[in-house]
């Protein structure tokens, strides 16, 4: 069922994705036929924000450095961006990138790592939210965390989100797995961003005729139907059919 945007996530809730991308206008083709989107530009920076049926559902930007990884990125949000990045070192994580104000009023991005090395993002919001859609194909649906230590994880994560993971009105939009039960063990910790679809074959024709490919799958999850793929630049993601 489609969520509409209202207000603020609570702290710990997955609330945005972007991809850094060497060629956004090559994205923009890719994820349109893929998965409907159209765009606009950002109302900040020089990004474009990916639409379904006219909410923001994702953000492509342009990497402006060669040597940074072509990767999606998950953001939790939260009310005190600086507090939490506190906490995150308190745990055994690591702060990234500092916090940063974005635009003229529209939030704060910082990055950082759980203990284990796997990246997120934080994001504290103001005029820009976060999704306008999600829980539907063609938008964010689940979000994977592939993590060596899972107990680590779980304690990490655990006390870190805890009323988004465990609270009275929680419904977690994400979960985790051991790196080897989809990936080869060399592969480091890190957050899969799941995207929703109709049907997860024929995304995945789809996802080849674009010039990306898939990594693994299709397999059963408790959450549904999986495949993990790559775009036609390199940036990994999942589809999910529910």
């Known amino acids: 069922m489609a969520e509409n945007r209202a207000s603020a996530y609570g702290e710990g809730v997955p609330c945005w994705v972007d ?7 090559a994205g923009r083709r890719f994820y349109g036929e893929l998965f409907g989107w159209t765009f606009e530009a950002a109302p900040y920076g020089s990004s474009s924000w990916a639409l379904k049926d006219g909410e923001p559902v994702a953000e492509l930007t342009n990497k ?16 005190d961006i600086e507090a939490l990045g506190r906490r995150i070192r308190s745990a055994g ?25 796997a990246v997120f993002g934080l994001w504290q919001a103001g005029r820009h939210v976060g999704f306008g ?36 009105d929680a419904r977690p939009d994400f979960g985790r797995a051991s790196v080897s039960d989809v990936f080869p063990a060399e592969m480091p910790p890190h957050f899969l961003v799941h995207f929703g679809v109709e049907d997860c074959a024929a995304a995945l024709g789809t996802v080849n005729r674009l010039g990306g490919r898939v990594q693994a799958g299709p397999f059963g999850a408790s959450y549904g139907t999986v ?7 390199g940036a990994s993601f999942a589809v999910l059919e529910r």
Not at 19 to 25: G, I, K, N, R, T
């Open 64 to 79: 402006t450095d060669g040597r940074m990884p072509t990767v999606w990125t998950l953001y939790f949000a939260t009310h």
């Open 19 to 25: 991809a850094q991308l060497p060629d956004v206008a």
């Open 227 to 233: 495949a993990v793929v790559t775009d036609n630049q």
């Open 133 to 168: 859609r999600r829980h539907e194909p063609g938008a964010f649906a689940w979000a994977e965390l592939y993590a060596r230590d899972t107990d680590a994880a779980d304690a990490f994560y655990g006390e870190l989100f805890r009323d988004a993971l465990f609270g009275p």
């Open 93 to 117: 994580g690591q702060v990234v990138t500092a916090p940063v104000r974005v635009g003229a009023g529209h939030g704060a991005a910082a990055l950082v790592t759980d203990a284990e090395g």
